[in-house]
Structures are given as C-alpha cells and as structure tokens.
C-alpha cells in the first residue's frame, strides 16, 4: 500500500482484506492515504453480494418489520493461501471478516462482540481461530451470530459434502433467509415472508 501511494499516477487502491493486522497499523494507513489524496478502499465483497444487497433493501423498506436475530452459518473448507502461515490470525481476517462486515452493513456497528475459537484439526500450520464463533449485540437490539467452520465434516470418501453458507435475519414482521454461493460453486439465493409485503 506505502509503495502504491507513492506512484502518481495511482489515483485509489483497493486493498485485499485485512487491511492491517493491527488497529494502530490500519488508522495510519488510512491516515497516509487521506494525506497522498488517494482513495483506499478494502475487499469486503460479502456486502456487495446480490442476497446481501436485497436483503438490506427489504430491511430498509421495513418489510420485516424490527429486527429481531440475524445468523450467519458458514460451514465450508478454504483454500488457505501460503501467505497466512505468518499471520497471527487466520479464519478472522479471511472469513469472519466478510460475515462481521455484512452485520455491520445491515445493522450498523454493534455495541458488543462476543467470540471464542478453536483451531481446524485439517490445518497443518500453527494457528488459533480455524473455527470462529462469534455473537453481537446492535444499539437497536439485534442480536447477531456469526459461525465459521472451516473444518465442516472428515471430507472423507463416503461422506457427503454439505458446505454451504446460509444466512437468515428475523424481523417482528418477517423473516428473510438465504445463501451465499461460492462453497458450491452457485449463485446466492434469497426467500423472503413478510406480513406487510407478501401476504
């Protein structure tokens, strides 16, 4: 990011996430690039996912009335990319990352999180958080689990893959539900009830 910043003819820069590993290493990136003018943006492409998109228009609309619960339900096996053996996070700044997000971008910033780990019994490199779950509470009083299971089942011959990302959020007038699609290979999915607007 220092060495994009310092070409003029680079006008923004979209990060892969996490942008820093640190609160203190990100503000100061931030703060260099307001300071170069150039814009800098992070790869939180999660929000950007048609379900994702629909679903805050319905929540907008107010089809599902007050927010309830929202659930994020991850059981799939990434691929992890060599450059993560030196980072002291794993499943946080590749996975829970885009879940958290999402959250935020449907309810705003929680209040408070909540999460504990376990490591993935597949990962042959020293890790903490292989597997992630992790429980937030918003100013309105949504109250949000995020779960992310990389392990998700032996892979084993014989047994049936079922990795999938499901989400669901439920309102005092609806409830929505749905996929993201990239664990299988298929576009995101997303089913609605609403007292006011489905019948």
Do not use: C
């Not at 503000?27 to 999660?46: P, W």
């Not at 829970?96 to 993935?120: K, M």
């Not at 392990?151 to 893959?161: A, K, L």
Request: charged share 25%; glycine share 8%.
């Amino acid at each position: 990011i220092r060495a994009a910043l310092k070409q003029p003819h680079i006008k923004g820069i979209l990060a892969q996430k996490p942008l820093a590993l640190s609160l203190n290493e990100a503000i100061a990136l931030r703060d260099e690039a307001a300071a170069a003018g150039k814009i800098l943006s992070v790869n939180q492409n999660m929000r950007y996912d048609q379900s994702m998109r629909v679903l805050k228009e319905i929540i907008d609309r107010g089809d599902l009335g007050e927010i309830v619960y929202a659930q994020i339900d991850m059981h799939a096996i990434p691929h992890w990319q060599d450059f993560l053996r030196g980072y002291d996070r794993l499943t946080f700044s590749n996975m829970s990352v885009h879940h958290l997000d999402a959250l935020r971008f449907l309810f705003g910033d929680p209040d408070e999180i909540t999460t504990l780990t376990r490591t993935d019994p597949r990962t042959q490199f020293p890790h903490k958080d292989g597997i992630t779950v992790s429980t937030l509470r918003f100013p309105s009083g949504v109250l949000a689990v995020s779960i992310e299971d990389v392990w998700s089942g032996p892979r084993e011959e014989g047994y049936q893959d079922d990795q999938h990302i499901h989400w669901r959020v439920d309102g005092t007038m609806g409830v929505a539900k749905g996929t993201i699609g990239w664990p299988v290979g298929q576009p995101s999915t997303l089913t609605y009830a609403s007292k006011t607007a489905t019948g």
